[in-house]
């Protein structure tokens, strides 16, 4: 049986907990699937987006489209493992971002130019109101080639068939890149020049990793660019590019795909380090180029999330003004344990975004759409909290839920002193002082996916330390105690969150989302996850 229990020195806090109901979301055909037991306890999760079974990993072309929110991902028809030339676009619709409805698999290998798979892209609407989707292909030679498909009839709001041309590929693996390093089409935007532009991910000979633009009039002809639009030297191969233009700092409203005006933001996905990072900077159509307002070398940059999440790509939701991004939180388990299960990997909550106040970080925080799935609340109001001490939230039970905690710190001058070198790798920071070491100011935090003994939980918790005149707040995720299973993956997790939590009266606020096994951590407002 599972509790949420709490863990904190001396704070002072307000808890708001909501149930979340995993009735209230089935959207899958498949309902055996949906019930999967680990040991007689879930470990699907219920409001995560997951289809019915089988291996899913990062999506590709999400869009809104005619009153109907379109995802298509990654995803093997045949088995939980990522599969041998198989890979297709699964595809759900919905109205609310939470409550989706699976269709049949929008795009499968089945010409030369994809005979090998199906592989990441994106997708466009174009001027007309009709969508276009550009996708890697891996030929039948096995090079990775872009392609173009076009919905057989764009009326139909399901957008249920696709056609694929048979001038593909529209763009084939260039001479100075390796036929296996060339993927990952962006969304496309217009320049001043009434041209379409997209990013492809590359790694270039003797060059290194690299973000490619490609131009085009009409989908079909492209020429690439003499520059690329970001260079990765030390990095090697980055997939996923993702840019886009983001509103002042504070302002939440999203922006479409565009040109010049607005900063951009440049993400990226890592291979070297599995990772996915991103930085503010300014995008110049006429030379399509980007420059970073910050360090150059991309792997130095702020991460997207901190946790276990990859590949993750937005879209601008025009239908709320805002920009949402997702994130592919990928197995962690053997695949033993995969096939037992049935299926393999999940999405993150759909992700609000837009640019802090500093004007250099994004803030991220669940759609409002979660909320609906409240059914249950909960109100705690705890004077206080003593060092060490841990209080159980009685009567709450199960392992769904939405918290909101405010943490106040009466005290911040008695923190411990922050050790410069810790600056360099706070997750090991987390892993050397976990949940269980006491500090002069934390750990203060939440005890999740509690057992009756506590034998097993995930503790999710706060430190500040003083560096300076200044104060810094570690946020970790510490994994250790998750499972007395052997052989779990069970590391930390965690980050520094960029703020400044004197000015803000010594106040810092947290949103968990939990869902059976996977665990969401917003802290400082949503500034680290």
């Not at 002072?12 to 089935?26: E, G, K, N, P, Q």
């Not at 999760?45 to 990654?74: C, D, E, I, R, V």
């Not at 957008?159 to 962006?186: G, M």
């Not at 918290?403 to 070198?421: G, I, T, Y």
């Given at each position: 049986?599972?509790?949420?229990?709490?863990?904190?020195?001396?704070?002072?806090?307000?808890?708001?907990?909501?149930?979340?109901?995993?009735?209230?979301?089935?959207?899958?055909?498949?309902?055996?699937?949906?019930?999967?037991?680990?040991?007689?306890?879930?470990?699907?999760?219920?409001?995560?987006?997951?289809?019915?079974?089988?291996?899913?990993?990062?999506?590709?072309?999400?869009?809104?489209?005619?009153?109907?929110?379109?995802?298509?991902?990654?995803?093997?028809?045949?088995?939980?493992?990522?599969?041998?030339?198989?890979?297709?676009?699964?595809?759900?619709?919905?109205?609310?971002?939470?409550?989706?409805?699976?269709?049949?698999?929008?795009?499968?290998?089945?010409?030369?130019?994809?005979?090998?798979?199906?592989?990441?892209?994106?997708?466009?609407?174009?001027?007309?109101?009709?969508?276009?989707?550009?996708?890697?292909?891996?030929?039948?030679?096995?090079?990775?080639?872009?392609?173009?498909?076009?919905?057989?009839?764009?009326?139909?709001?399901?957008?249920?068939?696709?056609?694929k041309p048979e001038y593909n590929p529209v763009i084939p693996v260039p001479a100075d890149i390796k036929r296996d390093d060339f993927r990952d089409p962006s969304t496309a935007w217009l320049g001043a020049d009434g041209l379409w532009r997209i990013a492809v991910a590359a790694r270039v000979h003797d060059v290194g990793g690299a973000t490619l633009i490609y131009r085009s009039k009409d989908f079909l002809r492209w020429e690439r660019n003499a520059d690329p639009l970001y260079l990765a030297h030390a990095a090697g191969m980055v997939e996923c590019p993702d840019l886009f233009p983001v509103s002042e700092p504070g302002v939440e409203v999203g922006l479409p795909a565009s040109g010049a005006g607005a900063r951009h933001v440049l993400k990226m996905s890592v291979m070297d380090t599995v990772q996915d990072y991103y930085v503010v900077g300014r995008y110049d159509d006429t030379a399509d180029t980007f420059v970073p307002e910050d360090d150059d070398d991309c792997r130095s940059w702020r991460r997207l999330d901190y946790g276990h999440v990859y590949a993750s790509k937005s879209f601008f939701?025009?239908?709320?003004?805002?920009?949402?991004?997702?994130?592919?939180?990928?197995?962690?388990?053997?695949?033993?344990?995969?096939?037992?299960?049935?299926?393999?990997?999940?999405?993150?909550?759909?992700?609000?975004?837009?640019?802090?106040?500093?004007?250099?970080?994004?803030?991220?925080?669940?759609?409002?759409?979660?909320?609906?799935?409240?059914?249950?609340?909960?109100?705690?109001?705890?004077?206080?909290?003593?060092?060490?001490?841990?209080?159980?939230?009685?009567?709450?039970?199960?392992?769904?839920?939405?918290?909101?905690?405010?943490?106040?710190?009466?005290?911040?001058?008695?923190?411990?002193?922050?050790?410069?070198?810790?600056?360099?790798?706070?997750?090991?920071?987390?892993?050397?002082?976990?949940?269980?070491?006491?500090?002069?100011?934390?750990?203060?935090?939440?005890?999740?996916?509690?057992?009756?003994?506590?034998?097993?939980?995930?503790?999710?918790?706060?430190?500040?330390?003083?560096?300076?005149?200044?104060?810094?707040?570690?946020?970790?995720?510490?994994?250790?105690?998750?499972?007395?299973?052997?052989?779990?993956?069970?590391?930390?997790?965690?980050?520094?969150?960029?703020?400044?939590?004197?000015?803000?009266?010594?106040?810092?606020?947290?949103?968990?989302?939990?869902?059976?096994?996977?665990?969401?951590?917003?802290?400082?407002?949503?500034?680290?996850?």
């Amino acid at each position: 049986m599972a509790r949420l229990s709490l863990a904190a020195c001396a704070v002072v806090f307000h808890l708001c907990l909501l149930i979340s109901s995993s009735a209230s979301l089935r959207w899958l055909s498949d309902k055996s699937a949906a019930v999967t037991t680990a040991g007689g306890v879930r470990t699907r999760s219920a409001y995560h987006f997951q289809p019915a079974k089988n291996w899913q990993n990062n999506f590709a072309g999400p869009m809104y489209h005619n009153g109907l929110y379109h995802f298509f991902y990654q995803y093997n028809p045949d088995g939980v493992t990522w599969g041998n030339g198989n890979l297709s676009w699964g595809h759900s619709v919905s109205v609310d971002l939470v409550n989706w409805f699976a269709l049949d698999a929008a795009l499968q290998p089945s010409r030369s130019f994809d005979a090998n798979g199906c592989w990441s892209g994106s997708a466009t609407i174009l001027p007309d109101g009709s969508p276009v989707m550009l996708y890697t292909g891996i030929d039948a030679r096995g090079d990775q080639v872009q392609n173009v498909a076009f919905p057989k009839n764009a009326s139909d709001p399901l957008l249920v068939e696709w056609v694929k041309p048979e001038y593909n590929p529209v763009i084939p693996v260039p001479a100075d890149i390796k036929r296996d390093d060339f993927r990952d089409p962006s969304t496309a935007w217009l320049g001043a020049d009434g041209l379409w532009r997209i990013a492809v991910a590359a790694r270039v000979h003797d060059v290194g990793g690299a973000t490619l633009i490609y131009r085009s009039k009409d989908f079909l002809r492209w020429e690439r660019n003499a520059d690329p639009l970001y260079l990765a030297h030390a990095a090697g191969m980055v997939e996923c590019p993702d840019l886009f233009p983001v509103s002042e700092p504070g302002v939440e409203v999203g922006l479409p795909a565009s040109g010049a005006g607005a900063r951009h933001v440049l993400k990226m996905s890592v291979m070297d380090t599995v990772q996915d990072y991103y930085v503010v900077g300014r995008y110049d159509d006429t030379a399509d180029t980007f420059v970073p307002e910050d360090d150059d070398d991309c792997r130095s940059w702020r991460r997207l999330d901190y946790g276990h999440v990859y590949a993750s790509k937005s879209f601008f939701d025009p239908s709320k003004n805002r920009r949402v991004l997702w994130g592919w939180a990928n197995e962690s388990d053997s695949v033993s344990d995969d096939l037992v299960r049935g299926w393999s990997g999940a999405q993150t909550v759909p992700r609000k975004i837009w640019l802090d106040e500093d004007g250099k970080q994004l803030r991220q925080w669940p759609v409002e759409e979660i909320e609906t799935l409240r059914s249950k609340r909960v109100n705690l109001l705890i004077p206080e909290v003593n060092a060490g001490g841990v209080n159980e939230i009685i009567g709450v039970m199960g392992t769904q839920a939405d918290v909101e905690v405010v943490f106040e710190v009466p005290a911040l001058e008695h923190a411990d002193v922050l050790e410069p070198n810790w600056l360099l790798d706070p997750q090991s920071l987390c892993g050397e002082k976990g949940a269980s070491v006491p500090g002069s100011v934390g750990p203060f935090g939440l005890l999740v996916m509690a057992s009756g003994d506590m034998q097993e939980h995930t503790a999710v918790f706060f430190r500040v330390f003083r560096q300076n005149d200044k104060y810094k707040v570690l946020m970790c995720t510490d994994l250790s105690r998750s499972s007395t299973r052997d052989g779990v993956y069970k590391p930390p997790y965690g980050a520094f969150v960029d703020m400044d939590i004197e000015a803000h009266g010594g106040i810092i606020s947290f949103d968990g989302q939990v869902d059976h096994s996977v665990v969401e951590s917003f802290g400082g407002g949503g500034r680290t996850c």
